[in-house]
């Protein structure tokens, strides 16, 4: 099962542009991170924020964390070519032996030149 | 260099001939995973192991197997490959899990099953 789901599913957006992209999830959480996927390459961290954490900002990218409404949103500025990719939340849930990954389906962003 | 090592990069195989696809990491990581990918599904967690001889079930183990005796290698096996197992396949490995630890992937293994 998902613990994580990406909206938009996919998004165009020119060169310049911000883009942003948001995950729902399901149940509590530690830690919630995004990842960055170039076309069948394996992911790439790009930034974690925990859970007492609400914003958190790396280059051109910003996060927030709302945990009562169990969501966060990943935005990119002044974006680039280079941008395009899809990317994806990653959230913990508790297991058997400790926590565990759990990957959202994925926002394929373009960014058209 | 710290990486996570898969191969093969590209399979092409029958249906019902065994198969093993190998993972090593060589970050002295806890934690290794097992994910295959499908247009539209996502990422979906095969098995996942959070230290030697210890492993679970992630969302879809059917019709696979794992093993974890030496920290650094987690293969995954098919013992009898089918046609719906063809999919993109990405291991992946991080210190250890609970404590914010990100994940490290291999460059994925292109499975096709015919």
């Known amino acids: 099962s998902q613990q994580g789901e990406e909206d938009p599913q996919a998004l165009s957006i020119q060169e310049g542009e911000n883009a942003t992209m948001n995950c729902s999830y399901k149940t509590s959480i530690n830690n919630l991170q995004w990842y960055r996927q170039n076309s069948g390459r394996g992911l790439v961290h790009l930034i974690l924020?925990?859970?007492?954490?609400r914003e958190k900002h790396s280059g051109r990218l910003r996060v927030t964390l709302d945990t009562s409404k169990k969501s966060s949103s990943l935005l990119i500025t002044a974006s680039r070519a280079a941008d395009t990719a899809s990317y994806f939340c990653?959230?913990?849930?508790?297991?058997?032996?400790?926590?565990?990954?759990?990957f959202g389906p994925g926002t394929r962003l373009s960014v058209l030149p | 260099e710290a990486q996570v090592t898969q191969n093969p990069r590209y399979l092409i195989t029958v249906t019902g001939k065994k198969l093993t696809v190998t993972c090593s990491q060589n970050?002295?990581?806890?934690?290794m995973s097992w994910y295959r990918q499908d247009p539209g599904l996502g990422l979906r967690q095969i098995y996942y192991?959070?230290?030697?001889?210890v492993t679970d079930k992630g969302d879809v183990p059917e019709g696979y197997k794992v093993s974890r005796k030496e920290k650094r290698n987690f293969p995954l096996i098919l013992e009898s490959p089918s046609p719906n197992q063809t999919s993109l396949y990405f291991c992946?490995?991080?210190?250890?899990w609970g404590a914010g630890e990100k994940l490290f992937f291999g460059s994925g293994t292109q499975l096709s099953v015919l």
């Open positions: 990653a959230t913990d849930v508790r297991v058997n032996y400790g926590q565990n990954f759990v």
């Open positions: 192991s959070m230290n030697v001889e």
């Open positions: 992946a490995s991080s210190l250890i």
């Open positions: 924020i925990r859970s007492n954490e």
């Open positions: 970050m002295n990581h806890e934690y």
